[in-house]
Nanobody, 125 residues
Framework: QVQLVESGGELVQAGGSLRLSCAAS????????MGWFRQAPGKEREFVAA????????YYADSVKGRFTISRDNVKNTVYLQMYSLKPEDTAVYYC??????????????????WGQGTLVTVSS
């Protein structure tokens, strides 16, 4: 099983960009599809983006489609979330998570086995 550590969250102005990273420990990284989720203050956690074990397929929530890009580097055991055109409503704690799967991703991940501790993104207006 992998362990996940997110980084890259910070305060950014609306319209700005930010890249989050999620580093995985262990040698089983390619056994997992990876996802990003977020939880805004007072709201439930929601799905943001997912990427298959190989990086060959991705899936996004409608709210971030066209603004966010998920990618992974299986040599560095890291998954990224590049965020552009940030809005105040993107303010949240962002979590990465892993789901054991070798299938393409065609929907949000629902059988997450491992979660990171989260990194805070604050978008000021």
């Amino acid at each position: 099983q992998v362990q996940l550590v997110e980084s890259g969250g910070e305060l950014v102005q609306a319209g700005g960009s930010l890249r989050l990273s999620c580093a995985a420990s262990g040698r089983a990284f390619t056994n997992y599809a990876m996802g990003w989720f977020r939880q805004a203050p007072g709201k439930e956690r929601e799905f943001v983006a997912a990427i298959s074990w190989s990086g060959g397929s991705t899936y996004y929530a409608d709210s971030v489609k066209g603004r966010f890009t998920i990618s992974r580097d299986n040599v560095k055991n890291t998954v990224y979330l590049q965020m552009y055109s940030l809005k105040p409503e993107d303010t949240a704690v962002y979590y990465c998570a892993a789901e054991r799967s070798h299938l393409p991703v065609r929907s949000e991940l629902k059988y997450l086995e491992v979660w990171g501790q989260g990194t805070l993104v604050t978008v000021s207006s």
